[in-house]
Structures are given as C-alpha cells and as structure tokens.
C-alpha cells in the first residue's frame, strides 16, 4: 500500500499534550502579533482516549486572510498549507504527509467552529463512557479502512454530529447563567505529567476553591480520579481570578495551568 496514509488507532500517549506545548510556542512565535490563543483539540487532547497520533492545534488569529502570508515560513517548520480544506473560513495545514504529525486549524476570532471544537473536546473529557464509544467506533474502522483515510473519517462523521449536538445542549445546560453574564471565569486544565499530583495536593485544592467566597465551581471528567479534566469558576475581574490561581496549590506546585475565559466569547491568553 505504498504511497498511500495508513490509519492507525493507538492507546493514549502523554507526550501528545506535550508535544501539543512545544509546536504552539513556535507557532506563536510565527504568527507573532496575528496570534490571539491555541487549543489543543481532537482525540489526543482526550486523556485516556485512543487516537491517531496527530496533534490537532485550534489557533486563533486576529485576521485569518494574514495567515496566507506566512505560508511561505509555515512550509519551512514543515508544514503544508491546504487552504480551507472544506471549511469555510478555515486556514489548514499538515505535517508529516502520510506519516502525519500535526494538523494545524487557523479560524479568525469569532468563528462558530472554534467553540464547536472546543465543545466537543470539554463534552468528552467530562463524559467517559462516550469517549469510549468513540474509541471503539475508531477502533473498527481503522481496522475496516486501515488504506482508506476518506471512508475513515466518512464513517465518523454521523457520530460527531450527534456529539457536536449533545455538546452543545450539555454547555448550554449544565452552564447556563455563563451565557448572559460579563464575569470571568477560570478553566483550570491543562496537567503537567512531569510532575505528580498526590493525595495531599488534590484535597487541598478542593478544600481552597469551596472555600473561596461566592464562587461556584464546577468539576470536569477526570479530576475526581486525578487524571486530569476541568474545572471552570467565576471571578469578577482579571487580578481576582490571577490571584485566586496564584495561590491554588496544584497551581502553585506547576502540576496544572489555568486560563481566563469570558464563556462563548474569548479566552484571555494570561502567559
């Protein structure tokens, strides 16, 4: 089957988040001042989940048409411009060719899809049992269409339809006041492997968000057994939310990061 991308579904990598990190910090540094934020989305942004071994990045620009302009320096890092590639108002590229490494997804400030993306991310970190769905529906069509990439992804398009929809009813439901108000709120993901979270660590860091003063929070998949997920709460200000951060022991020890968000519309890069 020379000459053709071979499908291939494996368990989850850890490094996958941490090579998620080391393209971003050259991706920034590329598109400099069009750069707004990054997401690590798809399947190897799922901890646990099996995937393809393709690092799916979500960057957001200020003006996508200015990305065409650095084509030129993203073939240079190897990466291969493919214009829209059947998204409207998308800038995509790849790396690797058939032995593919990283998608790139570039979408200017406002567009729909990079709150879908994101979505459906959040929808299967914090629901488990459907990501496992999901991974078994890979599993066997990798191994149907192990040379056929298009009848791949055609035979998971019904499927993430049906999650891009329960996403987002589950963000709408399980968050509704987010939608109407101007406060921040705080994503707290994001987890650094290299350094361990203990017992010690994860008690303490509950017992200090429930006992910050009118603050609601709410606990994603993954972080009642300590491998990672989400937390989201709401601060009134940029210097409340940073200072809330700064002191959160599994923030302070560098075992997660955090960012600012004002939901649906921006996330507040705070690097």
């Not at 942004?45 to 099996?50: K, S």
């Not at 899809?113 to 999901?134: G, L, V």
């Amino acid at each position: 089957m020379n000459g053709k991308r071979k499908v291939e579904v494996i368990p989850y990598d850890k490094e996958w988040n941490n090579e998620y990190y080391k393209a971003v910090k050259v991706l920034s540094d590329l598109f400099s001042e069009n750069f707004v934020e990054s997401h690590h989305i798809g399947s190897t942004a799922i901890i646990g989940l099996m995937a393809k071994p393709v690092i799916d990045i979500l960057v957001v620009v200020k003006k996508i048409d200015d990305v065409d302009l650095k084509n030129s320096d993203m073939s240079h890092i190897g990466y291969e411009a493919k214009g829209e590639n059947g998204i409207s108002g998308r800038r995509f590229f790849i790396k690797g060719g058939n032995n593919r490494t990283h998608h790139i997804h570039c979408f200017q400030e406002g567009n729909k899809e990079i709150k879908r993306h994101i979505n459906f991310r959040d929808y299967m970190i914090a629901h488990p049992t459907e990501a496992e769905k999901y991974a078994e529906l890979k599993r066997k069509l990798s191994e149907k269409y192990t040379y056929d990439i298009s009848s791949y992804v055609e035979g998971k398009n019904d499927y993430i339809r049906e999650i891009d929809r329960k996403a987002e009813e589950w963000v709408d439901k399980e968050y509704p006041y987010m939608k109407e108000t101007k406060k921040l709120f705080v994503r707290i993901d994001e987890k650094n492997e290299n350094i361990k979270m203990n017992d010690s660590d994860f008690t303490s860091h509950i017992r200090y968000l429930n006992e910050i003063a009118e603050t609601r929070f709410f606990i994603g998949g993954g972080f009642e057994k300590q491998e990672g997920g989400m937390i989201i709460f709401e601060a009134n200000n940029v210097n409340e939310a940073k200072s809330i951060c700064d002191r959160d022991p599994i923030i302070f020890k560098g075992i997660y990061k955090y960012s600012l968000l004002q939901w649906k519309t921006k996330i507040i890069n705070v690097d």
